[in-house]
């Protein structure tokens, strides 16, 4: 199976959740199906620099999104963050939160399989 790159961008992040896939923010409810994999910059982030990544999935199409995975990142970071392969299908999304520090521009790529 092919390997694509579904979403990329960039932007500022503040102490709004930010969803990486409209992007802004407004939430999405992408029903693309496939495996998911997310790739997240955050090399521009200091000392005292807090943020919130989270993955949210339906379990079935009817029911309500909620977060599957989420990750916390503090400090200074010298690599990119990268989440689990994930099965996306039902209404999904990828936010980002700045919950401390200073707002800072992250880059990011979302590279699907199927």
Same mark, same amino acid.
């Given at each position: 199976?092919?390997?694509?790159?579904?979403?990329?961008?960039?932007?500022?992040? %503040? %102490?709004?959740?930010?969803?990486?896939?409209?992007? +802004?923010?407004?939430?999405?409810?992408?029903?693309? #199906?496939?495996?998911?994999?997310?790739?997240? #910059?955050?090399?521009?982030?200091? +000392? +005292? #620099?807090?943020? $919130? &990544?989270? &993955?949210?999935?339906?379990? /079935?199409?009817? +029911?309500?999104?909620?977060?599957?995975?989420? =990750?916390? $990142?503090?400090?200074?970071?010298?690599?990119?963050?990268? =989440?689990?392969?994930? &099965?996306?299908?039902?209404?999904?999304?990828? /936010?980002?939160?700045?919950?401390?520090?200073? #707002?800072? %521009?992250?880059?990011? =790529?979302?590279?699907?399989?199927?």
């Amino acid at each position: 199976m092919a390997i694509t790159e579904y979403k990329t961008g960039s932007a500022s992040i %503040s %102490s709004t959740e930010y969803s990486i896939i409209t992007p +802004g923010t407004t939430l999405a409810n992408d029903t693309t #199906d496939g495996v998911f994999q997310v790739f997240l #910059d955050f090399s521009a982030m200091a +000392g +005292g #620099d807090e943020y $919130l &990544i989270q &993955i949210y999935e339906k379990c /079935t199409s009817g +029911g309500s999104k909620v977060p599957i995975y989420a =990750s916390t $990142l503090e400090g200074a970071q010298s690599g990119l963050w990268v =989440s689990p392969s994930l &099965i996306l299908m039902h209404g999904w999304d990828v /936010t980002v939160d700045k919950i401390a520090g200073t #707002d800072r %521009s992250i880059s990011w =790529s979302i590279r699907q399989v199927a």
